[in-house]
């Protein structure tokens, strides 16, 4: 019996795991043998990823694997979007990048349309407007004269930077390019207008690459230092959406997907753009996806508010667990609500306070224990998804006639109940790793293990328990 094992890096904005899954003929399985923080770094008032760390995390979950004896077929690497990195002509790396919770861009969108319209950056791209996108850092980064920005030869987004870390290879993969707000859809090429607006050559950008290809293999100094041999290292969805909604275990196309984590995306998939007056209207945004699909989506503040909570009550000695969370909420009968999405909640001093504040100035009772700041939380992003959901279905091609939730978030049965109720269609639950498990089978992909994104959401419901949650 042939065993195959791929190494999955998910590197989230607040930690990174290495995962390895494991295909057997028929049967999928994933191990987590390492989880590592991932942390912003502030310094004289700019905010940047420590990509050394995140470096260094890498290389010993590496060398994990090769002290257990797990002989490994490839690596892929996905991460959050948007970030990257400066490499200077001589291929080092131009500082640390600097992080999208960066209040550098603030404003930024406004400033930028000055010399090209909203609509017309929207037509170009069909990306949603959010501050901290690609193309408003670059933006902000040329007005400011940063100097990484002016010395580089190339820009690397995060995944591709770590792999050029591992490899010594420069790539730039197809889904998370399409978060820049640079790219064009229907060319899958950068936007020279655009580049061209924030001051950057197209020369920085190296050409698209679709998910499955091969970058390069582990550096000979790496595979020394950790024992693995010169692995290849593949380019998977390095979006980690785009690498879960590769596992959603649909079994037909009339879907919609919720990858619920620190953020919410909900959407669907479609073969080519959906980019209109109502799309524009709504703020929706077309990222790539594997075999050059479109996710079709919007941005929702998710686990993000309850984290920052949840923070400040450790804080004071208060360490509630997820499953304490959810039965506080249960017992609650709270009924204020906030807006997720108001920017007020994407990075405050306090998060508690910030969300009483907001009650207080729409008029409802803000929340006077944590139970009812719990309770707030999960109502409220339940009530967005109602409403997110029913912007889009005006505009999908189909009938969405089930939401599929995955992610960490596919675990809170409450929510799941309460956004099933609230969306009016069945919520199929799982799997929670479907980042990790994307990762891995787009690698089996590449390796001819698998046919296409059907067969791998075939063998994903084959292998991993789900669990439907019916509207009442």
Not at 48 to 64: G, Q, V
Not at 197 to 216: A, E, N, Q
Not at 430 to 437: L, N
Request: a negative charge; charged letters at 20%; hydrophobic letters at 40%.
């Amino acid at each position: 019996m042939t065993e195959y094992n791929f190494l999955a890096f998910d590197i989230g904005a607040t930690s990174g795991r290495a995962i390895v899954g494991t295909l057997s003929n028929d049967k999928f399985e994933v191990k987590e043998i390492n989880r590592f923080p991932n942390s912003m770094v502030e310094l004289h008032g700019r905010y940047y990823w420590n990509i050394y760390a995140l470096y260094t995390s890498l290389l010993e979950s590496l060398a994990i694997c090769s002290r257990q004896k797990i002989t490994l077929h490839s690596i892929g690497i996905d991460t959050w979007g948007v970030d990257f990195g400066y490499i200077a002509p001589d291929g080092s790396l131009l500082g640390l990048p600097r992080s999208y919770r960066d209040p550098y861009t603030e404003g930024a969108p406004e400033d930028f349309f000055k010399q090209m319209s909203r609509e017309e950056v929207y037509k170009r791209t069909g990306i949603q407007v959010m501050p901290f996108n690609t193309l408003y850092q670059l933006f902000r980064s040329g007005t400011d004269t940063f100097v990484p920005q002016k010395n580089a030869a190339k820009i690397l987004f995060i995944p591709d930077l770590l792999a050029y870390m591992l490899t010594g290879r420069m790539v730039c993969e197809y889904t998370i390019a399409s978060t820049s707000q640079l790219l064009n859809p229907q060319t899958y090429s950068f936007d020279s207008d655009l580049l061209k607006s924030v001051g950057v050559s197209s020369s920085l950008m190296s050409p698209v690459i679709m998910p499955g290809t091969l970058i390069g293999r582990l550096s000979p100094s790496i595979s020394r230092r950790t024992g693995t041999g010169e692995i290849p290292v593949i380019a998977v969805a390095g979006h980690d959406t785009a690498s879960a909604v590769a596992a959603v275990p649909a079994s037909t196309p009339h879907f919609a997907y919720l990858n619920s984590g620190t953020w919410s995306l909900m959407g669907i998939e479609v073969d080519t753009p959906i980019i209109n007056k109502e799309s524009y209207t709504n703020n929706f945004t077309n990222e790539g996806g594997v075999e050059g699909t479109i996710r079709f989506l919007k941005n929702i503040t998710g686990m993000w508010i309850l984290e920052r909570c949840r923070d400040e009550w450790m804080r004071t000695g208060l360490n509630y667990s997820y499953q304490d969370m959810e039965r506080m909420a249960e017992q609650s009968n709270f009924s204020s609500l906030i807006n997720p999405d108001d920017p007020r909640f994407a990075n405050p001093e306090s998060m508690l306070k910030e969300i009483a504040a907001y009650c207080e100035e729409t008029g409802q009772q803000a929340p006077a224990s944590e139970a009812e700041y719990v309770h707030c939380i999960f109502y409220s992003l339940a009530n967005r998804y109602k409403e997110v959901l029913g912007m889009l279905s005006s505009m999908s091609p189909f009938e969405i006639k089930q939401l599929h939730v995955i992610g960490g978030g596919s675990q809170n049965k409450l929510l799941n109940r309460l956004t099933a109720n609230a969306t009016n269609i069945p919520v199929i639950a799982g799997p929670s790793e479907a980042t990790a498990i994307g990762n891995c089978l787009i690698q089996a992909k590449s390796a001819g293990l698998l046919t296409d994104r059907w067969d791998i959401r075939r063998l994903i419901a084959a292998s991993f328990p789900l669990q439907t949650f019916r509207p009442q």
